[in-house]
């Protein structure tokens, strides 16, 4: 669940996508963030969850097949991936 003042600031539509990537984030991303913490590093594992949720076609235009480049949306990823 986002907090205030998140869940103040987003239309309902960027609350319903920022919970659906909070919860991915929570289930998918969090088990791989210690190993993360420690070594400095990403595994290719954590890459390919992200692509498979979808979370890289917010960064591709959509003339090279991506949904568009969204700021809201590349910041609430930003913001909930770090959270966990």
Known sequence: MLK???SVLLDEEQRAFAEKVLAFARKDIAPLAPQADES????????????????????????YGGNGVFSVRVC??????SSV
């Not at 990403?42 to 003339?63: K, Q």
């Open 4 to 6: 205030w003042p998140d």
């Open 40 to 63: 400095f590093h990403l595994e290719m594992e954590v890459f390919r969850r992200l692509a498979a949720f979808g979370l890289f076609r917010y960064v591709v235009p959509v003339e």
């Open 76 to 81: 609430l990823v930003r913001e909930l991936l």
